[in-house]
Nanobody, 124 residues
Framework: VQLQESGPGLVKPSQTLSLTCTVS??????????WSWIRQPPGKGLEWMGA???????FYSPSLKSRTSISRDASKNQFTLQLSSVTPEDTAVYYC?????????????????WGQGTQVTVSS
């Protein structure tokens, strides 16, 4: 499974950050795959943001739930992240990732497949 993130590298404060992950080598509807977004702010550790399951069910980090939406386009084998009302604290490298499991994982290190990551800077 290969994953590739895409989206703008610069977002203004208060706007909505939108990223897309394109998956190849496997289908996002394949049973028991969970597709997640994970980020790493500068100088900090990895933070799990949320996931969409093979079934289409979504899961979100409680700390980000009010601002986060994850959706998918199965026809394009893509899933997307939208993070609203961004601030400079949302500046980070954003990764899409995947894990084959019977349950969703909230620990980033448990994910098996990763995109290369994309830098997003929030600044006016």
């Amino acid at each position: 499974v290969q994953l590739q993130e895409s989206g703008p590298g610069l977002v203004k404060p208060s706007q909505t950050l939108s990223l897309t992950c394109t998956v190849s080598g496997g289908s996002i509807t394949t049973n028991y795959y969970y597709w997640s977004w994970i980020r790493q702010p500068p100088g900090k550790g990895l933070e799990w943001m949320g996931a969409i399951a093979y079934s289409g069910s979504t899961f979100y980090s409680p700390s980000l739930k009010s601002r986060t939406s994850i959706s998918r386009d199965a026809s394009k084998n893509q899933f997307t992240l939208q993070l609203s009302s961004v601030t400079p604290e949302d500046t980070a490298v954003y990764y899409c990732s995947a894990r084959l499991s019977t349950v969703v994982a909230v620990t980033p290190q448990l994910y098996d497949y990763w995109g290369q990551g994309t830098q997003v800077t929030v600044s006016s």
